[in-house]
């Protein structure tokens, strides 16, 4: 019975985990993969300043290029060049909790048509700037090379404003795709909360053990 139990409570508690995990997974970034526009892109366009043609972001000075079957996109079709005729930058404005941790997801590339071969982005969001750079050797706009990266911020306010801004000093600039963010646990618990989901798995496997032992 005390097995039973054990197994009950696990199963409560992986039950919890996998609730929180689903609310986390809700993605609050709209149109983080830039496939809906109020115009297509064709091979690609470049939008200028104050532009809203990819719906859900304003591009901020100077320009990105809005890439469509230029080079290969990580998500469906689309993509964004941050570099345009010069560096640019795109921004959303996001609703959050303040106080709530937030992951952002995207997949980072670099316009591999010329150098530098290092392309250097800026996340901005509540929190310090985060730097991110993607190397283009090898890559070409069959193989972009898409790269998953990611950071956390924490809100301060009902909103926040999420901006990927190129650091690239020339039109060839790091490009970016499949954007997401959604809430998280305070950093400071998932340590805990592995160690206490570990050391339950451990005491159901060890009873386990002793339970078929005993058969
Ligand atoms: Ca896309």
Request: aromatic letters at 10%; glycine letters at 10%; proline letters at 5%.
């Amino acid at each position: 019975m005390k097995f039973k139990s054990l197994l009950a409570t696990a199963a409560l508690i992986s039950a919890a985990a996998l609730a929180q995990n689903a609310s986390a997974a809700v993605n609050i970034v709209s149109n983080g993969g830039f496939e809906a526009g109020s115009i297509n892109p064709g091979s690609f366009t470049t939008l200028f300043g104050g532009s809203t043609a990819i719906t859900g972001w304003t591009v901020g000075p100077d320009s990105v290029d809005y890439i469509g079957s230029y080079w290969q996109a990580s998500e469906g079709a689309r993509s964004v060049d941050l570099s345009g005729a010069q560096p640019g930058s795109i921004a959303q404005t996001l609703t959050t909790v303040a106080g709530q941790y937030y992951k952002v997801t995207f997949d980072l590339a670099g316009n591999p048509d010329a150098g530098p071969v290092l392309k250097a982005m800026a996340a901005s969001s509540a929190g310090p700037v985060q730097n991110f750079s993607f190397n283009t050797t090898g890559a070409s706009h069959g193989a972009m090379n898409w790269t998953p990266s990611s950071f956390i911020f924490q809100a301060t306010s009902t909103s926040t404003t999420l901006s990927f801004a190129s650091l690239t000093g020339d039109a060839f600039g790091p490009a970016i795709d499949n954007v997401a963010a959604s809430a998280v646990p305070e950093p400071a618990t998932w340590a805990m909360m592995i160690i206490g989901f570990g050391a339950v798995g451990s005491m159901a496997r060890s009873r386990r053990r002793q339970t078929l032992a005993a058969i």
